[in-house]
């Protein structure tokens, strides 16, 4: 054997060699990668159920300020009921005092 037939094999050796270090490399890029894009996906999904957590509590503190609403709009109606009668009472106050002011009518 020469060198020649043994350069054949060694050059196809070195090749592999050189392809599947570069392969295991290739491979442990992506797996990092992979552990970056996991990261921030689930810091993503914490963001997420965070901002449904505070969209939840927002909807729930909108619904209670609705509620006091209407019943603010009824106390309202009440209040300006009341008021008028108040209103209707002492305007017939004031027509018996003109009245009993009055002489001879």
Do not use: C
């Amino acid at each position: 054997m020469d060198i020649a037939d043994l350069a054949g094999p060694a050059l196809v050796a070195a090749v592999f060699g050189l392809g599947t270090w570069s392969l295991n490399r290739n491979v442990a890029a992506l797996e990092r990668d992979l552990g970056a894009a996991r990261q921030a996906a689930d810091k993503a999904q914490a963001t997420a159920d965070a901002a449904r957590d505070d969209l939840a509590a927002y909807k729930l503190e909108v619904a209670r300020g609705y509620a006091a609403t209407g019943d603010l709009k009824d106390v309202e109606q009440r209040l300006m009921e009341h008021l008028g009668r108040i209103e209707r009472g002492v305007q017939q106050l004031q027509q018996a005092v003109l009245q009993a002011r009055t002489p001879g009518d």
